[in-house]
């Protein structure tokens, strides 16, 4: 199993990233869902946004909601993080990983996941 996420880097307040996380040796079923942690240096991990792998459906933590969109792509079994009006506090280690059967209620804990990515860090200046 991997999921190998991309796509940080530095960019300013106020500016645009997209992350990308590709998932293989997982058969993606309907009971999976999907979501992105991120971790700041000194702080706890937490969460982002997840997303039910079938329906689409998705969940935010209220830090990103209405800035960022989570979305996935089956048939590339990629999960995709748009980020936009970055700011300063959004600047952490952006993780990807996938839970095979969690209840909605429960994608804002990281315990609930299984696979985790390595981990890709976005930096935003001010």
């Known amino acids: 199993v991997q999921l190998q996420a991309c796509g940080g880097g530095l960019v300013q307040a106020g500016g645009s990233l997209s992350l990308s996380c590709a998932v293989s040796g997982l058969s993606l079923s309907s009971s999976y869902s999907m979501g992105w942690f991120r971790q700041a240096t000194g702080k706890e991990r937490e969460f982002v946004a997840a997303i039910r792998w079938s329906s689409g459906n998705a969940l935010y933590a209220d830090a990103v909601k209405g800035r960022f969109t989570i979305s996935r792509e089956k048939a590339k079994s990629t999960l995709y993080l748009q980020m936009n009006s970055l700011k300063p506090e959004d600047t952490a280690v952006y993780y990807c990983?996938?839970?095979?059967?969690?209840?909605?209620?429960?994608?804002?804990?990281?315990?609930?996941?299984?696979?985790w990515g390595q981990g890709t860090q976005v930096t935003v200046s001010s």
């Open positions: 990983a996938a839970a095979p059967r969690a209840i909605w209620s429960s994608l804002g804990v990281s315990s609930s996941y299984d696979y």
